[in-house]
Every structure is written in C-alpha cells, then in structure tokens.
C-alpha cells in the first residue's frame, strides 16, 4: 500500500490516512476534505471545498488516475517500525507506526487518533477498551430499561382502552 508514497509524491502537508479502500486528505477540523479511489485513482473533492485540491494540490488534481495508482500501489518505506496496539473493531491487534502519537498514521494507514485506543503498552489499550465496553453495556441496559417502561406503560394503556371498550359493548 502507498498511502506514504502518495503523500511525499503529491507533497502533501495535509492529514492522509486510510478509510474504506479510499486515501483521505483532510485536517483536525475537517477529516475527509478529498479523497482517492484506491482501485482507480479517481480523485474527488468535499463539496463544501470544491477548490481545495486545485488550490493546495495542483499537481494532484491535475494527475491522471493512472500516475496515482502508480503510487498507491507502490511499497512505503518508513524510518522506523514502533510496534503500538490498536483496538480495532472488538480486538486489540498489533500495528506498527513511525511515531505512536496524533496525528501520525499506522504503517496500514489507519490514523492514530486517540491516545487510549493507540498505545506502545497493550495494557493501556485493553484497559480503556474494557472502561468503553462497560459504558456501550450501560448505555445499552439504560436504554433497554427505559424501554421496558415504555412497554409498561403502553400495556397499561391496552388494559385501560380494552375496560373502556368492554363498556361499551351494550351501547350503539
């Protein structure tokens, strides 16, 4: 993958990572400003910044889909390998980055974001993941019980229409 290559061929100074088989160029503030089709080059633009690429990136917006797949698929060559942890998904896994802060990219290309999720100690990464886990089941159990009310009080309303009704029942 050459989401490294890309970006010091284009020059980009911009945040690059990698998302759902797309390169995304964007910043702190504005995570997907552009991006590129990894299988065809293509590259497209926000539409709340149109001019974007043309602006910053002339080079690339210019670029045949072609010259851009040429980089994409080429090898990355990183300084350094420093092993981080990542909770991905419901596992942590083993990545590997050239430095293990924001707004630094894993060798894969995935941006390291979030301190608790992306550490060098496994350790830090399990014990947040747990803390996250325990507080999506708490979430989850509030949102059930409030659930659980809310069937409650429509069955009583059920019996109470039903009792009305059943009075009724001698009436035209």
Known sequence: MGWKTFKQYFGIKHQVCVRNGRIIIGS??????????????????????????????????????AEILECILAEDVFEK???????????????????????????????????????????VVVRAARAYFDRRCESAAEIIEKRRAEIAEQERS????????????GVS
């Not at 400003?33 to 080059?41: H, K, L, P, Q, R």
């Open 81 to 123: 390998s420093v092993r981080i942890y990542v909770l991905e998904g419901h596992d942590v896994v083993e990545k590997f980055c050239e430095k293990p802060c924001y707004p630094n990219v894993t060798h894969d290309g995935v941006l390291i974001y979030d301190r608790d999720f992306f550490s060098v100690d496994r350790d």
């Open 158 to 169: 059920i019996a109470e229409w039903k009792i009305a009704r059943d009075k009724l029942s």
């Open 28 to 65: 702190p503030f504005v995570s997907d400003i552009a991006s590129v089709d990894m299988n065809t080059g293509c590259v497209s633009c926000s539409q709340t910044f149109p001019d974007f690429l043309r602006k910053n990136y002339p080079s690339l917006a210019n670029a045949d889909p």
